[in-house]
Nanobody, 123 residues
Framework: VQLQASGGGLVQAGGSLRLSCAASGRTFSSYNMGWFRQAPGKEREFVAA????????YYADSVKGRFTISRDNAKNTVYLQMNSLKPEDTAVYYC?????????????????WGQGTQVTVSS
């Protein structure tokens, strides 16, 4: 399985970015997907997850109402739309694929990871 994240960049506070993660290697539409982030000196943390069908989503409290996760199974791609960005959202963002049935938020629940894309929000 290969996951390729893209779309990161530098944006001012209050701005928006859309991250994409293209997957290959196994049937994308069969697996739940998640986004995580890791800021310098901090542990990797859960951001959002989406079920294999796209019908169920789950968000960390810190991004709820600002971020939206979605997926296009025909394109083998999962997205993270990030609005109203804050300086504390600055981190490397990773997409990941979970083999579980229910949506999960733990780093160790996900068995495949992308390479990460840097998001920097200036104040």
């Amino acid at each position: 399985v290969q996951l390729q994240a893209s779309g990161g960049g530098l944006v001012q506070a209050g701005g928006s970015l859309r991250l994409s993660c293209a997957a290959s290697g196994r049937t994308f539409s069969s697996y739940n997907m998640g986004w995580f982030r890791q800021a310098p000196g901090k542990e990797r943390e859960f951001v959002a997850a989406i079920s294999w069908s796209g019908g169920t989503t789950y968000y960390a409290d810190s991004v709820k109402g600002r971020f939206t996760i979605s997926r296009d199974n025909a394109k083998n791609t999962v997205y993270l739309q990030m609005n109203s960005l804050k300086p504390e959202d600055t981190a490397v963002y990773y997409c990941a694929q979970d083999r579980g049935v229910i949506l999960r938020t733990g780093v160790y629940d996900y068995d495949y990871w992308g390479q990460g894309t840097q998001v920097t929000v200036s104040s």
